[in-house]
C-alpha cells in the first residue's frame, strides 16, 4: 500500500502546546503508513530538533514577523516537486499560508487544528482565517469543547465540519516520586500575557504571610521574562520565585512538586495540567477556555477566577494547609488523565481524520 504524504504546517519551533501535540504526532504515527514532513514559519528550535531526531524532515523559513512575506519563497523551493497528499496545518497564521500551499500544490487534503481563536487584535487576520475554515479546510480539529463552541459562534462554521480530539500525553512518562520537606510550587508555561504569570507573582506575598518556606519555581521563556523579573523585585519575593527558563524535559522537576498552578487568561486546553496531573499532582488552575474540561473543581484540583492575585492564593494555601485532601486530588487527576487524556487516545482519532478524508477524496 502506497505511504500517505503527510505536512504538518505550524508557526513557532519553540515547543508548546501546539508543538507538543505535533511531535506526539510525529513520533506516534506509522511511519511503513505516513511520510512526513514539518515546515515551521519562524526561526530554528526545539521542534525542527526533536522532528529531525524522529526521522521527519523539518525545515524552518525564518519568519521574523506574520508580515515578513520574503521567506514564503522558500515554500516554492521546499515544495518543487514533492507530492502531499495531506496538509494539516495548526495555528491561525500558518492555516492561511496553507490555503496558498494547497491551492498551488493541488492537494488533496487540507485540514487545521485550532488550539485557539485569534486575538481582537488581529481582525482581518482571523476575518480571512474564518472564510478559509468555512470554505476551504475539509475538517477543523477542536482541541477543546470550549474551542468547538467559540468557532461554531465567531466564524458560522457547521459543527459537523468540526471534530473535537482534546490534546494528549504520554502518561507513563509522568511520575510522582517521594517529597522532601521543601514546599515547591511550580508552573509550566511560555513567559506570555495570556498565561497570567503576573497574577501568580502578585499571589506569592500573599501566599509567603503564612508558609514563608514556599518556593516557586516558573519553567517557560519568553517575551515577559525580565519584565516578569523585575516584578519579583518589586514584590520581594525573589528569594522565593526562581526562573527556571526553557526545559527540555519536566517529568523530573514535576515529580518534585508539591503543588502545580495554571493562572492562565486564556488557555485553549493546557498540556501543561494534563503533565502535572498525571505525575499526580493536585492543581490549581483559573476557570477558562478549556482547562474545566480537564480540572474538577474540587475533585482532581482548585479553579478560580483569572486575574484574580487573591483567589489564586487563598486556593494555594488551602492545598498546602490540607494535605490529605491535596493527595486524594493527585490520585484522582492521575486517573482522568489516564481515563480521558492519552496520547493513543490523540493519535488515534486524528488518524481516523485522516482516513476518512482520503477515503472521501480518492474514492
Not at 521574523?64 to 494539516?88: A, M, N, V
Not at 521543601?182 to 511560555?190: F, H, S
Not at 488515534?348 to 477524496?361: C, D, G, P, R, W
Request: glycine share 6%.
Amino acid at each position: 500500500m502506497k505511504k500517505v504524504d503527510l505536512l504538518y504546517l505550524t508557526t513557532d519551533s519553540k515547543i508548546g502546546g501546539a508543538e507538543n501535540v505535533i511531535l506526539s504526532l510525529i513520533r506516534g504515527l506509522d511511519r511503513n503508513k505516513y511520510s512526513i514532513g514539518l515546515l515551521v514559519l519562524s526561526v530554528p528550535g526545539p521542534l525542527i530538533e526533536e522532528a529531525k531526531k524522529s526521522g521527519v524532515e523539518a525545515v524552518s523559513l525564518r519568519m521574523k514577523s506574520r508580515f515578513d512575506f520574503f521567506p514564503l519563497l522558500k515554500i516554492f523551493s521546499y515544495l518543487r516537486g514533492k507530492k502531499i497528499d495531506i496538509l494539516h496545518t495548526h495555528l491561525y497564521h500558518p492555516n492561511l499560508v496553507g490555503y496558498f500551499i494547497k491551492k498551488w500544490k493541488k492537494i488533496p487534503v487540507f485540514l487545521y487544528t485550532s488550539h485557539g481563536l485569534p486575538t481582537k487584535k488581529t481582525p482581518l487576520l482571523s476575518l480571512y482565517n474564518n472564510l478559509i475554515m468555512r470554505k476551504v479546510n475539509h475538517r477543523i480539529i477542536a482541541v477543546s469543547s470550549d474551542v468547538k463552541r467559540k468557532l461554531i459562534n465567531s466564524g458560522k462554521i457547521k459543527p459537523e465540519k468540526i471534530i473535537l480530539i482534546h490534546n494528549g500525553i504520554d502518561v507513563s512518562k509522568f511520575f510522582s516520586s517521594e517529597k522532601g520537606k521543601d514546599i515547591l510550587i511550580g508552573t509550566v508555561a511560555n513567559l506570555r500575557l495570556v498565561k497570567g504569570h503576573q497574577y501568580l507573582l502578585r499571589a506569592i506575598p500573599l501566599v509567603l504571610k503564612k508558609i514563608p518556606a514556599a518556593k516557586f519555581l516558573i519553567v517557560g521563556q519568553g517575551p515577559l521574562r525580565e519584565e516578569l523579573e523585575q516584578l519579583a523585585k518589586r514584590l520581594k519575593i525573589t528569594k522565593n520565585v526562581i526562573f527556571m527558563g526553557y526545559q527540555k524535559g519536566v517529568a523530573e522537576i514535576l515529580a518534585k512538586l508539591t503543588l502545580f498552578v495554571l493562572p492562565s487568561v486564556r488557555e485553549p486546553l493546557g498540556i501543561c495540567l494534563l503533565e502535572a496531573m498525571a505525575a499526580s499532582l493536585p492543581v490549581v488552575a483559573t476557570s477558562v477556555g478549556g482547562i474545566p474540561e480537564i480540572v474538577k473543581d474540587k475533585k482532581t484540583g482548585l479553579l478560580v477566577p483569572p486575574k484574580d492575585p487573591e483567589a489564586l492564593a487563598r486556593a494555594i494555601l488551602s492545598l498546602l494547609q490540607n494535605k490529605e485532601e491535596a493527595e486524594k486530588m493527585g490520585i484522582a487527576g492521575r486517573k482522568r488523565v489516564q481515563e480521558k487524556f492519552t496520547i493513543g487516545t490523540m493519535i488515534k482519532k486524528t488518524e481516523e481524520v485522516y482516513k476518512s478524508l482520503i477515503q472521501e477524496k480518492f474514492r
